[in-house]
């Protein structure tokens, strides 16, 4: 297992005990879910499940009958699954070890507090030009992303580093390349959802007392004053989606919901998410 790898599966297991702690995030989420599954919605993957806190499988599993995980720690999905009670479901597919970015292994060849050289860069958005193909999970009918993005992205800040001249080169690559699997795997009359971060009680000491109701204007500033994770401003990325050919062909609707807070242990994370209809999907309203 790579060093990328390794650090994904200690944090899993550290969030193993989290599990009471995810509970109003986990009802947000799978409302989100339900939401972006049409009347005749049989199969749902998603996407970096890691230990499955995110999601209520009983409810998630009465509206659909197929499920696809997907993740680089296997454990951690049969912790998750076990810990559910479907660590036996047949209706379960499981996808792992799966590197949904094919550039796991060449990140980790690089530290950066030492010298990044051109040829590892190269490689790395060649190989996000060519991303693996999973067949093997096949076209859904909701595909989500919950917490993924920014893994990936933080991913690229502790191998390149964020003072590295191609830093967002490389960002803004594999952002792009994350939408761009989420349609793959998506089939035609499909839904795909995303779910991300935009800010931690970290840099945003307010998120620790702040209402609900106020969120979304505390979010509003924080972000005017560029206090937000690396690519996931929901502005810029709601103008990727609508100015990128690639992602704007496929696309009829994106709608943005309301943001929301998620505590992970000791650190509050506001959330938000993304519901993207593809090719005239006609679901429920955020």
Not at 8 to 13: E, K, L
Request: charged fraction near 20%; charge should be negative.
């Amino acid at each position: 297992m790579d060093r990328l790898s390794q650090e994904q599966s200690r944090r899993n297991v550290e969030a193993d005990t989290a599990w009471a702690l995810y509970e109003p995030h986990r009802v947000r989420v799978t409302r989100l879910l339900l939401a972006a599954r049409s009347p005749s919605a049989k199969r749902l993957c998603l996407l970096g499940a890691g230990n499955l806190n995110d999601f209520d499988l009983v409810v998630l599993m009465s509206a659909f009958s197929e499920l696809v995980v997907v993740d680089v720690d296997a454990e951690s999905l049969q912790r998750g699954l076990t810990r559910q009670g479907f660590a036996c479901d047949e209706r379960i597919q499981l996808v792992a070890p799966a590197d949904v970015t094919g550039i796991f292994t060449d990140l980790s060849l690089m530290l950066p507090d030492q010298p990044v050289s051109d040829v590892l860069v190269e490689r790395c958005l060649a190989a996000i030009q060519h991303p693996p193909r999973m067949s093997e999970i096949g076209p859904c009918d909701v595909v989500a992303s919950v917490g993924l993005l920014t893994q990936l992205i933080e991913s690229v800040v502790k191998s390149i580093g964020e003072s590295h001249p191609r830093f967002w080169e490389v960002v803004a690559a594999v952002r792009l390349q994350h939408l761009l699997l989420l349609l793959e795997l998506t089939q035609a009359d499909g839904n795909a959802v995303l779910v991300t971060e935009v800010v931690s009680s970290d840099s945003c000491i307010a998120l620790r007392s702040v209402n609900e109701s106020d969120l979304k204007s505390l979010l509003t500033k924080e972000i005017s004053a560029r206090n937000f994770f690396t690519g996931t401003n929901p502005a810029a990325l709601h103008q990727l989606l609508q100015t990128e050919p690639r992602l704007a062909s496929q696309l009829t609707r994106i709608e943005f919901s309301s943001p929301w807070l998620w505590q992970f242990i000791a650190r509050i994370y506001a959330v938000y998410g993304v519901l993207l209809w593809k090719n005239g999907s006609n679901v429920a309203r955020l």
